[in-house]
């Protein structure tokens, strides 16, 4: 089968405009993510999919597969656009913005994508009280055969009193296959509890179709604000001396 590892970046992020093209140790943002997939994946299954010029000309100059999709309403959505250019049998989404992206959460989402293709799946992991009552950090509440009952801000699940006790929150890299995607925009329609938690997994399980979740370690660090440039700064030069 074919596993094409999809990378969607765009220059309009309202939080931090430009990130997918921040320099960090000589290097931009998308090209640290494609990096990382690069060690575990063939790099001419690797595409970064966006609407922005500037992304399509820096991978052009720097032998990086890159789709121009224009315009998409969210990650997923260019997703599909990407699958329209690029036939392939799975479409595996890793965040644009995570340029600490584990190696080994990547190659655990391609190893369980071969065992169960047809299957829409994603990363949980253990989800600290801090995180619980963070609205940034989706919790999921999962079935024990890992099918995903649902996922929300919100602190779930609560025990009889509204306390914490034990939680999962979401780790953002996806596998998807074709017919799902396409299903995911004809059907945007139907969907209503997505658009309120801004999260797009949820749309999946508005259309009736199972969603499954695998566990990870989940230790990559997002960029998202400016102080988050100088963390991972930080952390890729521990790593360097480690290393």
């Not at 990096?35 to 500037?54: K, M």
């Not at 329209?84 to 655990?108: F, K, M, S």
């Not at 989706?138 to 006790?165: E, H, M, Q, W, Y």
């Not at 939680?167 to 953002?172: D, R, S």
Request: glycine content about 6%.
């Amino acid at each position: 089968m074919r596993q094409v590892i999809a990378i969607p970046a765009r220059m309009t992020s309202s939080r931090l405009p430009g990130k997918a093209m921040i320099d960090i140790l000589g290097k931009p943002v998308i090209r640290h993510v494609w990096e990382r997939c690069a060690q575990v994946h063939p790099e001419e299954d690797i595409y970064l999919a966006t609407e922005d010029d500037v992304i399509v000309e820096y991978c052009e100059k720097n032998g990086m597969n890159c789709v121009n999709t224009g315009p998409a309403e969210c990650a997923t959505t260019r997703i599909k656009l990407l699958s329209d250019q690029v036939p392939a049998d799975a479409y595996l989404n890793i965040q644009g913005d995570e340029p600490l992206v584990n190696t080994r959460d990547v190659r655990r989402l391609l190893d369980y994508n071969r065992e169960h293709p047809g299957r829409i799946v994603f990363g949980k992991t253990e989800c600290s009280e801090t995180d619980f009552g963070d609205p940034s950090k989706a919790k999921v509440v999962c079935a024990p055969d890992g099918r995903l009952l649902f996922t929300s801000r919100a602190g779930i699940p609560l025990d009889i009193r509204g306390n914490f006790d034990t939680a999962e929150k979401a780790i953002w890299l996806f596998a998807f296959n074709k017919q799902a995607l396409d299903r995911y925009v004809s059907e945007r329609t139907y969907s209503r509890i997505d658009r309120i938690e801004q999260l797009d997994i949820i749309r999946f399980l508005e259309l009736d179709i199972p969603v499954y979740c695998i566990d990870m370690i989940g230790d990559s660090w997002a960029i998202d604000e400016p102080k988050d440039v100088k963390i991972v700064e930080k952390r890729m030069k521990a790593a360097a001396k480690e290393g």
